[in-house]
């Protein structure tokens, strides 16, 4: 199975260090050079450049990804590259980090695998207050 | 009408400016602090401050109302394209244009179905390509012991020779048409061939002709707006 990673943050790295350990195939993509430190020892792909660029997906190898995972630092950005993906390269998998809960929410209705750690944030923080104030 | 601005950059602040000028209802939005501020002064409330791309923020600049049309003309695509997916499919409004900043992110506003759309780069290539004469005439063959080439021309729109028979164009002397090539197929340009728009055709000309021939084939716009 072949991944794409575009991202490679906090959340991007581990991810691909994760799907690397479990045997995938994993390309990671970043326009930051200095992103790659942290995966620390990566051999498998590392394309440098934006994840909007159609030629960088295409080096990286989305034509025979399984799955596209989109977690840059921006919002926009992630939302237009996982559309790129679905729609026009038709991966069968694709997830896209969304931080704001309003347009995870669109982007979710309009078919997007989005998941949104701000809202799961919101929910969970919810819940525990709600929790103690139960067992209190 | 009343036209939301997203983006007020010097190409969204003087679009604003213009629609105000004749007497539209616009609000602009900013996300630069220092930005917004300055534009305040000058618009009142019709500039507001915040990333349009947040729900709260195009719905404080009145997007549920909703506008005629949204303007997406910020600096990023990816908010351009957010922008016009939110205006459209969440509000429901009903036109949406946007800048395009990097002509290679064209396919992808293309393929989210964003348009019409904008680019000053493509703008600008269209209007060299169209200003620049060896665009029009092609030379394709230098015949250096006859003193004679052979170029392409296509027949453009209001052309002297657009819906003209060739023996009604007057060529001058040492200017010949070979042949045109139309939707594909190409025939031998005989005195009755009549010339239309889009035509690719074969001429055998005395250096020095060009200027002439681009007279009777190309467009005239180019010369008009001189």
Known sequence: ?136 | MFVLVAGGGKVGSNVARSLLANGHEVVLVEQDRHRHDVLERELGHGAVYGDATELFVLEAAGIKRPPDIVVALTGDDEDNIVICQLARERYGVAKAVARVNDPRNQPHFDLLGISPTVSAVEMVMALVEHEVPEHELVHLLALKKENLEIVEVEIGAGAVADGRRVEDLHLPEGARLISVMRNGAAEIAVGATKLERGDQVLAIIEPGREEHLRQLLCSTRRREKR
């Open chain 1, 1 to 136: 199975m072949k991944a794409l990673v575009i991202g490679c943050g906090r959340v991007g790295s581990t991810l691909a260090r994760a799907l690397d350990a479990e045997g995938w195939e994993v390309s990671v993509v970043d326009e930051d050079e200095e992103a790659l430190e942290r995966i620390g020892s990566w051999r498998q792909q590392f394309v440098l450049g934006h994840g909007m660029d159609s030629t960088v997906l295409e080096r990286a190898g989305i034509a025979d990804a399984d799955a596209v995972v989109v977690a840059t630092d921006g919002d926009n950005t992630n939302a237009v590259i996982a559309q790129v993906a679905k729609e026009r390269y038709e991966v069968d998998r694709v997830v896209v980090r969304i931080l704001d809960p309003a347009r995870a929410d669109f982007y979710t209705g309009k078919g997007l695998d989005v998941v949104s750690p701000t809202r799961s944030a919101i929910d969970e923080l919810r819940r525990r207050v709600v929790a103690e104030r139960a067992e209190a």
